[in-house]
């Protein structure tokens, strides 16, 4: 698979407080990421740098190799972004908002516009101006005006603000039904994000704590392994672990495998289990740990 978002050594300060501290990610081509963390680890700024909104302080992001501080213009292209509220042009009407948007783009479709539309009950709402929509519905024309032209990536930072429970169905129904297409999104909406993303980046106090898999279609588990000699168990399984704990996500084969390594090293093994809590349960533990550290 390709890669299709690449983030390196990423670090930012604002007014002299240090936000992110060395972020490294990758995202796939048709992943669904979740981004998940408490209010104030960094979140929005990630994604803000990411849609071009804040400048990078220090390291590199790249879309499909394109340098985003070096060839601006070129990777910006690639993306679709909704970031805090909608702020489109509220003395025009919700259809001509798309119009605006759909001429900022060559070889528009007409008829992905009438589906957009369809699949997020706007119809009857396309004749009324902007201002006079309910949160809600501007979060809709947003979302409508970021998939015009059909983004390879979509950066998404609570896209469902405002929306009813019906309404967030419909949402992340769609954004499950778009395939071809790369997404991080950054959300509250816990069960849901854990229903929709196939990985889950879990942030805290401006760094990168751990990075879960729920890929169905692979034939790998989140094991844990209990040790007498953590330290030296974590520089044996140092590229399998995804978080600062014994934990990885692998097959069988290579679970096995790394099993053997550790006791040919004369390192006793406790216990081997499947981490299955829940996405809440793990954002709990997340902030939990914080508090106690």
């Known amino acids: 698979?390709?890669?299709?978002?690449?983030?390196?050594?990423?670090?930012?300060?604002?007014?002299?407080?240090?936000?992110?501290?060395?972020i490294n990610f990758d995202i796939y081509e048709g992943e669904i990421v979740g981004l998940i963390g408490p209010n104030g680890a960094g979140k929005s700024t990630l994604l803000k740098i990411m849609s071009g909104l804040y400048s990078i302080d220090s390291g590199d992001i790249y879309y499909y190799d394109i340098d985003l501080k070096k060839d601006f213009e070129k990777a910006m292209s690639m993306i679709g972004t909704i970031i805090e509220s909608p702020d489109l042009y509220k003395n025009l009407s919700g259809e001509k908002n798309l119009e605006v948007f759909k001429n900022m783009f060559k070889g528009v479709n007409e008829d992905t516009i009438k589906e957009i539309v369809c699949i997020l009950e706007m119809e009857k709402f396309l004749g009324k101006k902007f201002k006079t929509y309910s949160l809600g519905m501007k979060e809709r024309l947003a979302i409508a005006n970021t998939l015009i032209n059909k983004p390879k990536i979509l950066i998404l930072d609570e896209p469902t603000n405002g929306l009813d429970p019906i309404g967030?169905?419909?949402?992340?129904?769609?954004?499950?039904?778009?395939?071809?297409?790369?997404?991080?999104?950054?959300?509250?909406?816990?069960?849901?994000?854990?229903?929709?993303?196939?990985?889950?980046?879990?942030?805290?106090?401006?760094?990168?704590?751990?990075?879960?898999?729920?890929?169905?279609?692979?034939?790998?588990?989140?094991?844990?392994?209990?040790?007498?000699?953590?330290?030296?168990?974590?520089?044996?399984?140092?590229?399998?672990?995804?978080?600062?704990?014994?934990?990885?996500?692998?097959?069988?084969?290579?679970?096995?495998?790394?099993?053997?390594?550790?006791?040919?090293?004369?390192?006793?093994?406790?216990?081997?289990?499947?981490?299955?809590?829940t996405l809440e349960e793990q954002f709990f533990d997340m902030v939990s740990n914080d508090k106690v550290n």
């Open 168 to 277: 967030i169905k419909r949402i992340f129904s769609l954004l499950k039904s778009m395939k071809d297409t790369t997404i991080i999104i950054s959300s509250h909406m816990l069960s849901e994000i854990q229903s929709l993303c196939n990985k889950i980046i879990f942030i805290n106090d401006g760094k990168i704590v751990s990075i879960k898999h729920d890929d169905k279609s692979e034939k790998k588990k989140n094991i844990i392994f209990e040790v007498d000699d953590f330290s030296k168990a974590r520089l044996l399984m140092n590229k399998y672990c995804i978080n600062e704990e014994l934990e990885i996500y692998e097959t069988d084969e290579t679970i096995s495998m790394i099993n053997k390594e550790l006791i040919n090293n004369n390192i006793r093994v406790y216990r081997i289990y499947e981490n299955n809590k």
């Open 1 to 22: 698979m390709k890669k299709a978002i690449k983030v390196r050594n990423l670090n930012k300060s604002i007014n002299g407080r240090e936000i992110l501290k060395d």
